[in-house]
């Protein structure tokens, strides 16, 4: 599978909006989100599978929303009301099975990843 190529990061203040997309290629059953910022560990941020369900972090529930256009297979994230804690590199990936947030390892193709950066 081709890497999936994310775009859509950059620098705001508190409060304020972004919305990163990513495209892909090749079948994917789930898409997601996840990121990571500077000494933490990665963590998943929203998932959404081929019939549309989607999965938050609650970190993120009722601020953020991830779509999806099957057909031309890309993923989207809406982030509003952004915080400084939401700061961090933020990728793309995908799997073939069922989606699991909390299960970063069974995705097998990743983004290179676009930056973050949320200023109080």
């Known amino acids: 599978q081709v890497q999936p190529v994310e775009s859509g990061g950059g620098s705001v203040q508190a409060g304020e909006s972004l919305r990163l997309s990513c495209t892909a290629s090749?079948?994917?059953?789930?898409m997601g989100w996840f990121r990571q910022a500077p000494g933490k560990e990665r963590e998943g941020v929203a998932t959404?599978?081929?019939?549309?369900?989607?999965t938050y972090a609650d970190s993120v529930k009722g601020r953020f929303t991830i779509s999806k256009d099957n057909a031309k297979n890309i993923l989207n994230l809406q982030m509003n009301s952004l915080k400084p804690e939401d700061t961090g590199m933020y990728h793309c990936?995908?799997?073939?099975?069922?989606?699991?947030?909390?299960?970063?390892?069974?995705?097998?193709?990743w983004g290179q990843g676009t930056q973050v950066t949320v200023s109080p």
């Open positions: 959404i599978d081929r019939i549309g369900t989607t």
């Open positions: 090749g079948y994917s059953y789930c």
């Open positions: 990936a995908t799997f073939g099975g069922f989606c699991a947030l909390n299960r970063p390892e069974w995705f097998g193709n």
